[in-house]
């Protein structure tokens, strides 16, 4: 209090807080949430009332890259140009004769169920045998331009064959005697390759080698096969590639490169393995002299025999 007796007036302050408006963009995401989750379960409801051969076609639509349902390509994707009103000017005769013969070779709709028909055939024989269903890691089904693909990969924990040799592991020879009858029962023809890795022997490729290993491998498969119920009459080839075939991001050295490949071919490779004019009747060596004939050239072979 002042000497004049005033009293100063008592100021007393106070915030006023303002709740400010968080908008409504939650909802919307709310919303999205929403509809793409109705969006899921709708699809499972369709899915479980469609049929095994729709499920199937569907499942068929979604593999096939969009580039290759545009442009008539291959399923592992084409980057040629869309057909237009002449020839492709980025491809010699030669590659397109190659390319044309691929496309015609592409399994059609029906001829992909049926392999998958056979695959799963297989894959239940496999999974009805404790012993087997272990090797079924090992396994792999593929699509290719000649037809279903089966290779069976060795590990260094499960060799296949034994070390260095054609002999044939107990478990691999109860596979391929497994697998016999099932592809006897188609009537497409088989095609088996032999493939190592790239650990060459002490006395390179003088002596004994990789080629001549991948080639025995691929026979004594071959046997074990006939020995199975398989028909011989149904066998068209059997090679050996020793280590020139490696698979797509592994090392030369890598074990799953020891592996041996069954195809089930398409009717039109197995006429090509036979007249191999065929995969390249459009194609011609230049003659070396003004009398030589040109000579036909097969553009890309199927198969290189082990010598």
């Known amino acids: 209090m002042s000497k004049g007796g005033d009293k100063r007036p008592i100021v007393i302050r106070r915030k006023k807080v303002v709740h400010a408006h968080h908008g409504g963009a939650w909802k919307i995401a709310l919303a999205d949430f929403m509809t793409a989750l109705m969006a899921f379960f709708l699809v499972l409801w369709i899915l479980s009332i469609a049929s095994e051969e729709e499920r199937r076609g569907v499942a068929d639509y979604f593999s096939t890259p969009l580039v290759t349902a545009i442009t008539g390509g291959d399923r592992a994707g ?22 044309d013969t ?36 090992q396994m792999r089904f593929d699509l290719t331009h000649e037809g279903l693909r089966i290779q069976l990969f060795d590990t260094d924990q499960r060799p296949m064959f034994e070390l260095g040799s054609d ?23 088989l ?31 071959r046997r074990e096969l006939i020995a199975g119920g398989f028909d011989p009459g ?56 003004a009398e030589a004939p040109a000579e036909t050239q097969q553009d890309e072979p199927l198969a290189q025999d082990a010598e």
């Open 234 to 289: 149904q066998l068209l080839r059997v090679s050996g590639f020793a280590d020139r075939v490696l698979l797509p991001e592994t090392e030369p050295t890598d074990p799953v490169n020891r592996r041996i490949e069954l195809v089930v071919l398409l009717p039109e490779i197995a006429d090509a393995i036979r007249n191999p004019a065929v995969m390249g009747a459009n194609a011609s060596l230049p003659a070396t002299s």
């Open 78 to 99: 084409s980057t040629s140009v869309i057909p237009g009103g002449g020839p492709d000017p980025t491809h010699s005769e030669g590659e397109r004769a190659r390319i």
């Open 102 to 137: 691929l496309q015609r070779t592409r399994p059609s709709m029906q001829e992909r169920r049926f392999f998958m028909e056979v695959q799963e055939r297989i894959e239940r024989a496999i999974e009805l045998d404790p012993e087997l269903r272990q090797l079924r890691s």
């Open 167 to 189: 002999q044939v592991a107990p478990y691999m020879r109860s596979l391929l005697r497994t697998i016999a009858p099932l592809l006897n029962e188609l009537p497409n023809e």
């Open 191 to 221: 095609s088996i390759s032999g493939h190592t890795d790239s650990v060459p022997y002490a006395g390179g490729y003088r002596g004994y080698s990789n080629w001549e290993l991948s080639n025995d491998r691929a026979n004594a498969s």
